[in-house]
């Protein structure tokens, strides 16, 4: 079966089937696909006998897990190398076009746009099949992303501050231009970060996602001179600013965290994916578990946390209508967070705390490629004796409900084959650094993999 032939009823079987969530992978199962979509999963002699008219393809000593979700990446930085540790993220960002390889006279758009078709090349290698992406230059990426088999959740990035806020209002209707939405991308918005996007646009962006039901994300606590400029518009990025000569003070100083901003502006009442949130006080956690818990005793009825609907608008702060039952996500990615020499970062805490965590690789300016799975490794190596089941979460069922993904990823036929060899596979892939995929399907469909470019400038 290729990856141009229409999809019909399958049975695909293989040693070991794991289908998310916190329970083991299952021997000697079958899964059951029509149209694209997963219909059953069952033993394989049940599974056959209810399903006759089903072709069968069997895997053999194989472990089929869902496809993997990339909930924080830059595929449009792609064409990026980290290089040697900066000395500050300031210089880190200013250094970005270096990084990309942006020659002189070179047309910007056609660098973006290969960067993006290489970014989706290591994605399907790497067995991810849904992306959370954030983009700046939406013209370029979300017509590829379209024509793409991949799943994406396209945030478009805006920004705009100081003597630049202007820029703001250029992004912003791009940003959230749904013409090119399809089943497979869904279009979402993302004020880049509290340095680079004032309070009152941050806001902004929340309303209009609350409003027109767009996923929400946001770069929050990256850096520890991010607090710098949200209280006092002072430090690193003040600097940058000046540098750049576009810097003008602004209203909207905030004494408290960044995670303590973010609930000041609604954030972590919605379900906003927070990208990174490296910088992280007990308080912080007090605040990020509490929105996790109003979310949970709204979507249960509790009175103390009445559910915001227009049948109940006196729930509701500002225009919060119909508010999914959903708290803020944090996304961790471990090998752009070692790059940088961050401290250790909270995520089993946040976990054991009902915070929805994820896992993401950022971007190729920052991570050495977009393997997934290496940054799993690097949680494994991390805390060996956490359930591995869950970190395989991280990458799938808490993924989609951190890019807010609409509709039930456990429906999709999307599937990533790894070869293993023992009775607890699931461990095996984590500890094999080489292993990659044997085989990639979406919507049924086994997709090519292609032999890895090592650039594309």
């Known amino acids: 079966?290729?990856?141009?032939?229409?999809?019909?009823?399958?049975?695909?079987?293989?040693?070991?089937?794991?289908?998310?969530?916190s329970g083991p992978a299952l021997r000697d199962r079958a899964i059951v696909v029509n149209d694209g979509r997963v219909i059953a999963v069952q033993e394989v002699k049940s599974a056959g006998d209810a399903h006759p008219d089903a072709e069968t393809i069997d895997f053999?000593?194989?472990?089929?897990?869902?496809?993997?979700?990339?909930?924080?990446?830059?595929?449009?930085?792609?064409?990026?190398?980290?290089?040697?540790?900066?000395?500050?993220?300031?210089e880190w960002i200013l250094s970005l076009p270096r990084r990309m390889g942006r020659q002189t006279n070179q047309d910007a758009d056609e660098?973006?746009?290969?960067?993006?078709?290489?970014?989706?090349?290591?994605?399907?290698?790497?067995?991810?099949?849904?992306?959370?992406?954030?983009?700046?230059?939406?013209?370029?990426?979300?017509?590829?992303?379209?024509?793409?088999?991949l799943r994406a959740v396209s945030f478009g990035e805006v920004l705009g501050l100081a003597r630049r806020r202007d820029r703001f209002e250029q992004l912003l209707p791009r940003a959230i231009d749904e013409s090119l939405a399809s089943e497979r991308l869904q279009i979402g918005l993302t004020p880049h970060a509290p340095y680079t996007v004032e309070p009152r646009d941050i806001e902004r962006c929340a309303q209009i996602a609350r409003q027109r039901a767009l996923p929400l994300a946001i770069h929050l606590a990256e850096t520890p001179e991010e607090s710098e400029v949200i209280r006092?518009?002072?430090?690193?990025?003040?600097d940058i600013w000046k540098l750049l000569g576009f810097w003008d003070d602004f209203p909207g100083a905030f004494a408290?965290?960044?995670?303590?901003?973010?609930?000041?502006l609604g954030l972590l009442d919605q379900?906003?994916?927070?990208?990174?949130?490296?910088?992280?006080?007990?308080?912080?956690?007090?605040?990020?578990?509490r929105a996790a818990v109003r979310a949970r005793g709204r979507k249960r009825g509790h009175p103390e946390y009445p559910a915001m609907t227009p049948s109940n608008p006196s729930a509701a702060p500002r225009d919060i209508l119909d508010v999914p039952f959903s708290a803020a996500s944090v996304v961790y990615c471990p090998r752009t967070h070692a790059y940088f020499g961050h401290p250790p970062h909270r995520w089993r805490e946040m976990l054991s705390r009902g915070i929805n965590v994820a896992v993401g690789t950022d971007s190729c300016a920052?991570?050495?490629?977009?393997?997934?799975?290496?940054?799993?490794?690097?949680?494994?190596e991390i805390a060996p004796e956490h359930p591995v089941e869950s970190l395989w979460q991280l990458a799938t069922t808490n993924a989609a409900k951190a890019i807010q993904w609409k509709g039930d990823v456990n429906e999709l036929a999307d599937f990533t084959l790894f070869d293993v060899a023992t009775n607890d596979p699931l461990r095996e892939i984590l500890e094999s650094p080489d292993r990659l995929p044997r085989e990639i399907w979406m919507a049924g469909v086994k997709q090519p993999i292609a032999a890895m470019k090592t650039t594309v400038r």
């Open 60 to 90: 053999g000593a194989a472990i089929v897990l869902p496809g993997l979700i990339n909930a924080h990446t830059h595929l449009e930085l792609s064409a990026a190398a980290p290089g040697e540790r900066p000395a500050s993220f300031g």
């Open 232 to 238: 006092s518009h002072t430090g690193a990025f003040q």
């Open 271 to 289: 379900p906003t994916l927070l990208a990174h949130v490296n910088y992280c006080d007990d308080a912080d956690l007090d605040l990020l578990a």
């Open 111 to 149: 660098l973006f746009a290969r960067s993006t078709r290489a970014g989706i090349e290591q994605c399907l290698r790497f067995g991810v099949t849904t992306i959370g992406d954030i983009s700046q230059q939406m013209h370029v990426t979300r017509p590829i992303l379209r024509d793409s088999p």
């Open 1 to 21: 079966m290729t990856s141009r032939e229409p999809p019909h009823k399958l049975l695909l079987r293989a040693e070991w089937i794991w289908r998310g969530g």
């Open 256 to 264: 408290g965290s960044p995670v303590a901003f973010a609930q000041s």
């Open 366 to 380: 920052s991570s050495p490629d977009l393997n997934l799975v290496d940054d799993l490794r690097v949680l494994h």
